[in-house]
């Protein structure tokens, strides 16, 4: 049971937050923050990429220093990766300044950032407009915060509920780059439970390996990625399970968001695999098929091209399958159908699989024959518009 809160982040007692444009990109809002007045206990997950970003290196030792944290600042238009010391100055440079402004200590702040890589990163439009931003933090809604983390993005991605005894609220982007073992996504999530760091870090470990680590759009996992759950507290003890389930329908919600909005995509997609000996199989077959180009480019093509999906799950890692034993069938509003069973081609009625692929969400079903095991994947098809946003992304 769930009542749907319509302030996002703002709906979280003991959160501020705001968005505002800075001058690190040339017109939209550039710079967002999430501020504890009371403090909060705050864990995060990371990308899994060698290559990171000094944002993310810095993350992950404040995190391990301390549990409990008044800020989180986030800038969009330039990764901060990539760029030598530099970068880790300016990084430093942007603590000091909204430390100072906001006066809390350093050891309370935290700082993501989402853009170009490699480029330097210029901080005098933060200095000289810090006093200004943290002038806007306030509970009215989150809207500016998320709106201040975009990239490619088409659209903001948060939502809030009300759960039995306590709330739960996120706000997250990503377009491209986005890949298993988190992609370039930013995610901000929170509550007004009463959870220590400890707890934070195992439910959000746990839950993103079911949603923002089953999501695809190209294929490309990015140095950036960062995750946060924090808590207020004011809500008091929860049951632990039970948060659990509720965390993973707010966060499957915005990893699904995140793929709805996939760079040029015209139809989200669910890889379904059933019938698999373990979760790990079932797991590596849908993340084979649902990052294969091949696949995606048939998928945009309305193109029910089964034999692209058996080939996609015969070169998934792990243990093998058996095409004898499988079976594959797309689905969608317009109806189902089934082209491969038990190892053989089926007659295909090529109008209705047309019918199918053309609705704007579609379901790949493949049952490998060999146990109960099930996973689902979220990916979306690549496009012309695909190219056209990555072909000119610096220029």
């Not at 853009?115 to 931003?133: M, N, R, T, Y």
């Not at 082209?339 to 009625?349: L, R, S």
């Not at 060999?370 to 496009?383: E, K, R």
Request: hydrophobic residues 40%; negative net charge.
């Amino acid at each position: 049971m769930k009542d749907v809160l319509d302030q996002g982040l703002a709906s979280i007692p003991g959160l501020e937050s705001c968005g505002a444009h800075l001058g690190f990109k040339y017109k939209k809002k550039d710079m967002g923050l999430i501020y504890f007045p009371d403090g909060a206990e705050v864990a995060g997950v990371f990308t899994q990429n060698l290559v990171q970003a000094h944002p993310v290196k810095f993350c992950q030792a404040q995190l391990e220093a301390a549990s409990r944290f008044k800020v989180i600042a986030v800038n969009s238009g330039n990764a901060n990766a990539c760029n030598g010391p530099d970068g880790w100055q300016a990084l430093k440079t942007c603590q000091a300044c909204l430390c100072d402004c906001l006066e809390v200590k350093a050891e309370e702040f935290l700082m993501a950032s989402t853009g170009v890589i490699g480029e330097s990163f210029d901080v005098s439009p933060l200095l000289a407009k810090c006093q200004s931003l943290c002038d806007q933090l306030g509970r009215t809604s989150s809207d500016d915060f998320a709106q201040a983390i975009l990239t490619t993005d088409t659209c903001t991605k948060q939502l809030a509920y009300q759960f039995d005894g306590y709330r739960i609220a996120g706000v997250a982007k990503g377009s491209g780059m986005i890949h298993p073992n988190m992609g370039t996504m930013l995610a901000f999530i929170a509550t007004d439970a009463d959870l220590n760091q400890a707890q934070l870090g195992k439910l959000l470990y746990q839950v993103t390996q079911k949603t923002f680590n089953r999501i695809t759009v190209d294929g490309d996992s990015s140095t950036n990625d960062s995750a946060f759950l924090a808590a207020t507290g004011q809500a008091g003890p929860v049951d632990l399970d039970q948060f659990a389930q509720d965390l993973e329908v707010v966060m499957r919600e915005l990893a699904q968001m995140i793929v709805r909005d996939g760079e040029g995509a015209t139809k989200f997609v669910t890889v379904r695999v059933e019938s698999a000996q373990d979760e790990a199989q079932a797991l590596a077959v849908a993340k084979s098929v649902a990052t294969s180009n091949l696949v995606k480019t048939a998928l945009y093509g309305e193109d029910a091209n089964w034999g692209r999906v058996l080939a996609a799950a015969g070169y998934a890692e792990g243990l093998p399958v058996d095409p004898d034993r499988m079976s594959i069938s797309f689905q969608s509003l317009a109806g189902a159908i089934t082209p491969y069973q038990d190892g053989q081609a089926q007659v295909m009625d090529e109008d209705l699989a047309k019918r199918i692929l053309h609705e704007d969400e579609v379901l790949i079903q493949l049952n490998l024959g060999l146990g109960q095991a099930q996973v689902d994947v979220w990916t979306c098809d690549f496009s012309h518009d695909y190219i056209k946003i990555n072909a000119e992304y610096r220029s």
